[in-house]
């Protein structure tokens, strides 16, 4: 099964957004196998957001995602990482749709409220780095058959 990964940002939690955000997920079927909410380490920061290391926002988002906690999750089902970009929206929500998470509640592009991964390869390397294979629960839900033909 699938599975990737979504960090709610701290703009969404100072915003008391924890609950709507995890509410649209479970709504659309998805099993979720890990969270927990963190202080991030500048280490961990850094290392999630290696890929833009070259840029110059990328010491703003660590700034940001270390500033207050985030909420880090694990996602499972069929297609769960494309279906989850869907339900986020666009990274900037001034032109994300309404409907999605960033389209009906982010402003800025620099306060986009979640993250979540981009691809299955990205899904697997920034699940290892947020979680540790024992922190991840093995277990379906009843409602399943109901969802997963």
């Known amino acids: 099964m699938e599975r990737t990964f979504i960090a709610i940002k701290p703009d969404a939690v100072q915003r008391g957004l924890v609950g709507q955000i995890i509410s649209r997920f479970e709504a659309k079927g998805f099993t979720l196998v890990g969270l927990k909410m963190m202080m991030v380490s500048r280490e961990l920061a850094e290392k999630h957001y290696d890929v833009h290391k070259e840029r110059p926002f990328f010491n703003g988002l660590v700034d940001f995602i270390i500033s207050s906690p985030i909420v880090a999750m694990v996602w499972e089902g069929e297609g769960v990482v494309?279906?989850?970009r869907k339900i986020i929206g666009a990274?900037?929500?001034l032109t994300s749709e309404p409907g999605t998470i960033r389209g009906d509640y982010g402003i800025s592009i620099g306060r986009n409220l979640i993250h979540g991964s981009d691809a299955i390869e990205t899904a697997q390397r920034e699940i290892s780095l947020w979680f540790k294979e024992e922190e991840l629960a093995?277990?379906?839900?009843?409602?399943?058959?109901?969802?997963?033909?």
């Open 138 to 149: 093995i277990w379906e839900p009843g409602l399943t058959k109901w969802i997963v033909e």
């Open 91 to 93: 990274t900037n929500p």
């Open 82 to 84: 494309a279906s989850a």
